[in-house]
């Protein structure tokens, strides 16, 4: 299980790159898993997870940096057969542009060979991709049902920073 998290600012250890700076309120647990990615959520799970996000609870939020550029991660998510990406937005976070997908996931999950290996994708969540500093970052938000976590996934992305 991630330990709970005082709240307050985060930074990622050095070993992420970009470096992220975020800030959280009460409620929220975490962990930086590996020099490639790092998790926050809310509500621990009240039944057995089945995997290291869904410890995580009702909002879950993964950041990883992925291996292609920022466009052709786009372009090869879009090109999945195991999902329908369908519409993108533009979106800025931390001062950098990015895209936001709504991607509809067929079956359980995806996994995303070409962006990030081992990485699977759940229905209803939502992707953003970024290009900060030159590199391609994918955020994953999931939210549980019968919750109201957008506003505290609005609330967290506009805290979120990419220092030098």
């Known amino acids: 299980m991630p330990p709970p998290l005082e709240p307050g600012t985060y930074q990622t250890r050095p070993a992420f790159f970009p470096r992220t ?9 975490g962990a930086q898993e590996s020099h490639s990615s790092w998790c926050v959520g809310t509500q621990r799970a009240p039944r057995p997870p089945a995997n290291f996000r869904e410890t995580l609870g009702a909002i879950r939020i993964c950041v990883f940096r992925v291996g292609p550029p920022y466009r052709t991660a786009i372009s090869r998510f879009k090109a999945l057969t195991t999902l329908t990406a369908g519409a993108s937005e533009p979106i800025r976070v931390g ?6 997908f709504h991607a509809a996931v067929h ?6 060979p070409g962006i990030k290996p081992f990485i699977d994708l759940l229905p209803g969540g939502r992707q953003i991709f970024l290009n900060v500093h030159g590199k391609a970052v994918l955020l994953l938000i999931e939210i549980s049902p019968r919750t109201h976590g957008e506003a505290a996934v609005r609330g967290l992305l506009q805290t979120m920073s990419f220092p030098p």
């Not at 700076?21 to 647990?29: C, Q």
């Not at 001062?95 to 936001?100: E, F, L, R, T």
């Not at 079956?107 to 995303?112: C, I, K, N």
């Open 107 to 112: 079956g359980e999950h995806s996994l995303l």
């Open 21 to 29: 700076t975020f800030t959280l309120g009460e409620g929220w647990y």
């Open 95 to 100: 001062g950098y542009p990015g895209v936001s």
